[in-house]
């Protein structure tokens, strides 16, 4: 199992930025998909998740409105947009991958993509 | 929100040293409870599913215990690799929400 993140960087509280995940080594269709954020320093911080299929999204109150989870199975990618962007939500953005097994839990996650905003 | 409270928020322990870290849920969350280790610049890595299901590949010196809203997660025998951070996370309800971690350090 392989979760690889890019589209971090720098950019300017306001500005947009979007991330991807490209899965490998699981059939990804079949697995919810969520992102985790840990600013600088900081714990962790559950994001969105998104079902198998793409049908269900739900987000941490800090984030709604402002990014938006999506899935291409064909690409085996996962995408955060970030609209809006502010200070606080400087992190490193994880793709997670979560199984479940009477409960759900995170069994896979990628390596992490820093978001940095900043004028 | 379920909060995660984790005891202590840092301890010293040496190799061979039994270690305890607890966490206990705002609520009942019966045994929606996972534990992860992290290391510095590194993701985070399951050890322990639904309280006390050892996720494969993972040492058994960890073990985790507890059901309801206080858990335990226990290293027989510190080794040098197992210094690190350690999270707690409920799944019981959203969002899923973690423990502000707890730090074994080397004495």
């Known amino acids: 199992v392989q979760l690889v993140e890019s589209g971090g960087g720098v950019v300017q509280p306001g500005r947009s930025l979007r991330l991807s995940c490209a899965a490998s080594?699981?059939?990804?269709?079949?697995?919810?998909i969520h992102w985790v954020r840990q600013a600088p320093g900081k714990g962790l911080e559950w994001v969105a998740v998104?079902?198998?299929?793409?049908?269900?999204?739900q987000y941490a109150d800090p984030v709604k409105g402002r990014f938006t989870i999506s899935r291409d199975n064909s690409k085996n990618t996962l995408y955060l947009q970030m609209n809006s962007l502010r200070a606080d939500d400087t992190a490193v953005y994880y793709c997670?991958?979560?199984?479940?097994?009477?409960?759900?839990?995170?069994?896979?996650w990628g390596q992490g993509t820093l978001v940095t905003v900043s004028s | 929100d379920i909060q995660m409270t984790q005891s202590p928020s840092s301890l010293s322990a040496s190799v061979g040293d039994r270690v305890t870290i607890t966490c206990r849920a705002s609520?009942?969350?019966?045994?929606?409870l996972n534990w992860y280790q992290q290391k510095p610049g590194k993701a985070p890595k399951l050890l322990i599913y639904?309280?006390?299901s050892l996720q494969s590949g993972v040492p058994s010196r960890f073990s985790g215990s507890g059901s309801g809203a206080d858990f335990t997660l226990t290293i027989t025998s510190l080794q040098p690799e197992d210094f690190a951070i350690y999270y707690c996370?409920?799944?019981?309800?959203?969002?899923?929400?973690f423990g502000q971690g707890t730090k074994v350090e080397m004495k």
């Open positions: 997670v991958k979560d199984r479940q097994v009477v409960v759900t839990f995170f069994d896979y």
């Open positions: 080594g699981f059939t990804f269709s079949n697995y919810g």
């Open positions: 998104i079902s198998y299929d793409g049908s269900k999204k």
């Open positions: 609520q009942t969350i019966s045994n929606y």
């Open positions: 639904a309280a006390s």
């Open positions: 996370q409920q799944s019981y309800s959203f969002p899923p929400t």
